[in-house]
């Protein structure tokens, strides 16, 4: 598997025509990139004793390739997402910056290394995209970046939070966070903006990204995209105690209702969906906020939530959001999402796991995982895991594999996906309980359990096993519905005061305390139980995910 992830911007001698693209912008097959995930650590706070974790690197280009920034995340680990490098297929496109403004430098802070953060400055008629770091108070290297001529680049935005140096005790406050596309127009090039504040700048010299239209390259035909399919599709386990299993759209919408939010509802098939649709939202008048007032009501009720993993099939869906790239996408849809499961700690003194039903239960789910491809050797470039409302990217070298199948692992209950067996756990509260001359020494966390193990396997790549959006008419994809009913779900007393005494047992649990308060969450605490949105309507169906 090779570690630079590439795909190539079709030169100017190949037609617009060859390209499947129709595109008079003068800067068209201007740039050259690729996606690299090899990087070299620049700086990390490790030592500083900081109330978070960050790591910063310079990606690695191969030869005749310039980095436009660098890349920096949370935590210790070897980054997971592929940096862009660029390179020019005409003269004066590229500049390194004339200078650097220094925006921060570690004095104070306790970490093992010195670290400092710049801001490159470019000639006239160029944009710089990223900050630089160094494993010194000194400024880097003018070689260390290159700047972009100013027609290739557009608007980009402040993105997610990295780090910040909170109770790190230097001298000076820093955070940083991504630069991201604004729109379908842009590529974010994987870099970030640091600030001299622990609060978001709101506007830098450095918010912008790659034009698109700068960069071109064929699409991958029918035949070679089931071909991938084939070779790599995913291998996807359940867990062996999963009770809500993997199910089929079609199989699930032949046996429902359509249901709207007035009360009127009609048996509904794939063959009359979208018929059936139509009456469903005029009968109800409805023409705005669609998705929470139409609905599919299972019409065996509990009985569907079992799913059937025999008639299971995976909803493919192929986009080309980045040029040179194709990203195929493998929708799996189970008829039920059972109750969640969370650990609580106390520092070091107490931690327990317990359910925390009904919470997180509602009828239908659906979780993906996308698969991206270098159109120019058709080799997998990235994965992207999604995780109910979050994901993650894997590098291939990043995952387990079965012959040429990648291997993904659906979590018990909530069914997102993740690349290996574990506890998957994701922090929901970090909350200090005890401070010691202005120093934490002990926190209250919560954290949601994933649980992934190896159970019943399904072959997402054989025959039957997918259905390809783009390739075969499939109405109900793209329009406006949940997958079940939008209800509001209180824990009853006998619930609430089970969760208390799982998780709080050696504290209040069966006290009188404990079956007051259970009352009192019973009452006024309630959780929004809605049926999954569509999945043509969700955002990642269209959008960039890496």
Not at 494 to 514: L, M
């Amino acid at each position: 598997m090779n570690k630079i992830l590439t795909f190539t911007a079709l030169v100017a001698c190949i037609s617009a025509a060859a390209t499947g693209y129709a595109n008079n912008d003068p800067t068209a097959n201007s740039l050259e990139i690729k996606y690299v995930n090899e990087y070299d650590l620049v700086w990390w706070d490790k030592g500083s004793g900081g109330d978070h974790d960050g790591s910063y690197y310079s990606p690695k280009p191969p030869a005749g390739y310039y980095r436009l920034g660098h890349y920096g995340h949370g935590g210790y680990g070897h980054p997971t997402e592929a940096s862009v490098v660029v390179k020019a297929l005409k003269p004066g496109l590229l500049e390194r910056p004339v200078s650097y403004s220094r925006i921060w430098k570690d004095s104070g802070s306790g970490a093992d290394w010195d670290g400092s953060f710049w801001q490159p400055n470019p000639p006239n008629g160029y944009k710089c995209l990223g900050t630089v770091v160094s494993r010194h108070h000194g400024q880097p290297s003018l070689d260390e970046v290159r700047c972009v001529k100013s027609d290739l680049v557009v608007s980009g935005k402040l993105g997610g939070w990295i780090w910040d140096d909170s109770d790190t005790g230097a001298d000076d406050d820093f955070g940083s966070w991504k630069i991201v596309a604004n729109d379908a127009n842009g590529i974010s090039v994987n870099s970030f903006v640091g600030n001299n504040s622990h609060s978001a700048p709101g506007s830098s010299p450095l918010f912008y990204v790659l034009k698109k239209a700068s960069i071109l390259a064929a699409k991958l035909s029918q035949a070679e995209v089931t071909n991938l399919i084939k070779k790599h599709g995913p291998i996807l386990y359940l867990h062996p105690d999963e009770r809500y299993k993997l199910d089929s759209p079609f199989r699930y919408i032949n046996q429902a209702y359509l249901v709207n939010s007035k009360g009127n509802k009609i048996k509904t098939s794939t063959d009359t969906f979208k018929a059936n649709y139509d009456y469903i939202k005029a009968a109800g008048n409805i023409n705005s906020n669609v998705k929470d007032n139409i609905w599919l009501e299972p019409a065996n009720g509990d009985a569907s939530r079992p799913g059937d993993l025999n008639a299971a099939k995976a909803i493919v869906h192929i986009k080309d959001t980045i040029p040179g790239y194709t990203d195929i996408q493998f929708w799996y849809f189970y008829a039920y999402n059972g109750p969640g499961t969370a650990k609580v700690r106390f520092g070091e003194i107490y931690n327990h796991t317990g359910e925390l039903k009904p919470f997180g239960e509602h009828t239908g789910d659906w979780e993906h995982v996308t698969l991206r491809f270098d159109n120019s050797n058709k080799s997998l470039t990235s994965v992207y895991l999604s995780q109910h409302s979050y994901g993650e990217q894997r590098a291939p070298n990043q995952l387990e594999w079965d012959g040429s199948h990648v291997v993904i692992y659906s979590s018990k209950n909530g069914h997102a996906s993740y690349a290996s067996q574990s506890d998957n756990d994701h922090r929901v509260l970090h909350k200090c309980i005890q401070e010691i001359f202005g120093h934490c020494v002990g926190h209250l966390d919560v954290d949601l359990k994933n649980y992934t193990a190896k159970g019943n396997r399904f072959n997402t790549y054989e025959d039957g096993k997918y259905h390809i959006v783009n390739y075969t008419p499939t109405n109900w994809a793209e329009m406006e519905f949940r997958w079940g009913p939008v209800k509001d779900v209180h824990m009853t007393i006998e619930q609430a005061e089970k969760v208390a005494r799982d998780f709080f047992g050696p504290f209040i649990g069966g006290s009188p305390a404990a079956s007051i308060g259970a009352a009192l969450f019973s009452k006024f605490y309630k959780e929004n139980q809605g049926g999954p949105t569509n999945i043509g309507t969700k955002g990642d169906w269209s959008n960039n995910e890496f």
